[in-house]
């Protein structure tokens, strides 16, 4: 079965970085686009990035532009996220999903939460 | 970008009986290729979102059909035809014919 588990959240500063990982398995990762989606606590849903399979189709939300920036490595199923420049509004659960394009996830990881304060 | 909106924001049910959220986009879900790309997700309390419904009225395996999507343009809806204990939680509906965006969520509860 199709499995996401994300790792790398944690305490940080503002303006620290982070870098989070997550493993895939259960499908042929290398075939799928992938992304970040986070939920600030108590609050809605935000597509953060998005990666096409290949990484040649790369996007991400206005509020992250030019501070975050997505990978992945095929060979080892695998999607990171590097975040840097971290703000108190970064502070969210971060999921990992798979395929976010026209029909939404199909399936999400358990995610990991971020937490950026002094 | 596309904004979601849900009406209403909170929901209390009785068990059994029906129950209905609507979602309306800023603008036209239709997209160039012919498809609409409303989905809805429901997130239950400490879990991950998981995917109802795609393209307005799809669903995904293993949902059970007492859900239903409908709807066109701009305007829609998700209807539960009666209303268990485990459809608690926060429904969202998103769309992905332009950036993927989500509605606010309606919070369910019994």
């Known amino acids: 079965q199709v499995q996401l588990v994300e790792s790398g959240g944690g305490l940080v500063k503002p303006g620290g970085s982070l870098r989070l990982s997550c493993v895939a398995s259960g499908f042929t990762f290398s075939g799928y686009y992938m992304s970040w989606i986070r939920q600030a606590p108590g609050k809605g849903l935000e597509l953060v990035s998005y990666t096409s399979a290949r990484s040649d189709n790369t996007g991400y939300a206005d509020s992250v532009k030019g501070r975050f920036t997505i990978s992945r490595d095929n060979a080892k199923n695998s999607l990171y996220l590097q975040m840097d420049s971290l703000r108190a509004e970064d502070t969210a659960m971060y999921y990992c999903?798979?395929?976010?394009?026209?029909?939404?996830?199909?399936?999400w990881g358990q995610g990991t939460l971020v937490t950026v304060s002094s | 970008d596309v904004v979601m909106t849900q009406s209403p924001l909170s929901l209390s049910v009785t068990l059994g009986q029906p129950a209905s959220i609507s979602c309306r986009s800023s603008?036209?879900?239709?997209?160039?290729?012919?498809?609409?790309?409303l989905n809805w997700f429901h997130q239950r309390p400490g879990q991950s979102p998981r995917r109802l419904i795609y393209?307005?009225?799809n669903r995904d395996s293993g949902v059970p059909d007492r859900f239903s999507g409908s709807g066109s343009g701009t305007d829609f809806t998700l209807k539960i035809s009666r209303v268990e204990a485990e459809d608690v939680g926060d429904y969202y509906c998103t769309q992905g014919t332009h950036w993927l965006t989500f509605g606010p969520g309606t919070k369910v509860d019994i």
């Open positions: 393209q307005v009225s």
């Open positions: 999903v798979k395929d976010a394009t026209k029909n939404g996830p199909d399936y």
């Open positions: 603008q036209s879900l239709v997209h160039s290729d012919g498809n609409t790309y």
